[in-house]
C-alpha cells in the first residue's frame, strides 16, 4: 500500500515542479518566457493467452544551471502484467521505479 502512495505522491511532485514553477525569472523581463516541459507516456498491449501489461511514466527536468550546462532530470513508472493462459486469473505483482538523471553538457 505504501508504494502507491510514494508513486503518487512522486508524481505529483513532478508535475508540481513543471506546472506550477514561476513562469518568469526574476532578471527576465515579464514577456520573456521560461520553458516548462514533461512527458506523460501511457500505454496497454494485450497478447492473446499472454496476458495484458499496462505502462505508465512521467519524465520532467527538475533543474537546469544557470549556464544550461547541467541539469537533473527525474521520471516515475508503473509497469504491470495482467492475466495469462486460460485459467490463470494471476497477475504478476506491479513494478514501480523512480529515476533521477545528471546531464552534463
Excluded at 21 to 35: C, D, I, W
Aim: charged share 20%.
Amino acid at each position: 500500500m505504501a508504494k502507491p502512495f510514494f508513486l503518487g505522491l512522486v508524481l505529483i511532485v513532478l508535475l508540481q515542479q513543471c506546472l506550477c514553477s514561476p513562469a518568469f525569472r526574476e532578471h527576465e523581463t515579464a514577456g520573456a518566457r521560461v520553458k516548462r516541459q514533461f512527458s506523460l507516456n501511457f500505454g496497454a498491449t494485450h497478447q492473446q493467452d499472454e496476458g495484458t501489461d499496462v505502462t505508465g511514466e512521467a519524465i520532467a527536468r527538475l533543474w537546469r544551471s544557470q549556464s544550461g550546462n547541467t541539469e537533473v532530470q527525474g521520471s516515475a513508472s508503473y509497469n504491470q502484467h495482467f492475466g495469462g493462459f486460460a485459467g490463470d486469473a494471476k497477475f504478476k505483482r506491479p513494478d514501480y521505479r523512480l529515476k533521477l538523471k545528471v546531464v552534463f553538457s
